[in-house]
């Protein structure tokens, strides 16, 4: 996802499902700008992410892709602030993950292994695999971003786990100008704002 504040900067949510969320409004968040507004609109998105899937998608699917991506981006910011999900958002995605998803394969064989192309609801339910495991095993790891005035969610992909920004290019690099300014006049005038009593 691009940002479209100020300078261009590259969201990367860090899992496929929140990609997928981020496709809209995330529950709480400021709007995002509705990328599915037609059934071509999540075809064309779910082939830019998974080869060989037929991209036409009918009313339906798109129906039951707007219904997964609500519940994922309800239960990825409730998590993110140390709330147990909501039930049905569980229930919905426990019900896509339960359908079959995309089938791993190999390169190089003679023949493809399925008949046909993915199907559009394969997607959803390997989307909703992804949802269930970064819910399920890494909720501390769903976070928003620390940047004033951002709410941002991503999952912490990073080995060390230290991961704080939506985007260093944006909030990262914001946070530190504030430091270095808040430095500087610290430098300039001598003292931290603070009382001398240490209260703030
Ligand atoms: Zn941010």
Known sequence: ????????????????????AYTGEVDGGRVQQEQFGRPDDLGAWLAARFDGIDAHVDDRALADALL??????????????????????????????????????????????????????????????????????HPDRIRECSGEDCDLLYYDESRSGSRRWCAMQRCGNRAKVRAHRARARTARTGHTGRAPDGSA
Do not use: Y
């Open 68 to 137: 997964l991506r609500s519940a994922i981006g309800a239960a990825a910011r409730t998590v993110s602030r140390n709330t147990a999900p909501d039930a049905d958002a569980i229930d919905t995605i426990n019900l896509f993950a339960a359908t079959p998803d995309i089938p791993p394969s190999l390169e190089g064989g003679r023949r493809r292994a399925g008949a046909t192309r993915v199907q559009a609801r394969q997607a959803l339910s390997t989307i909703a695999r992804d949802a269930v495991r970064i819910l399920g095993a």
């Open 1 to 20: 996802m691009t940002g479209t504040d100020g300078p261009r900067w590259w969201f990367e949510s860090g899992a496929v499902s929140l990609d997928f």
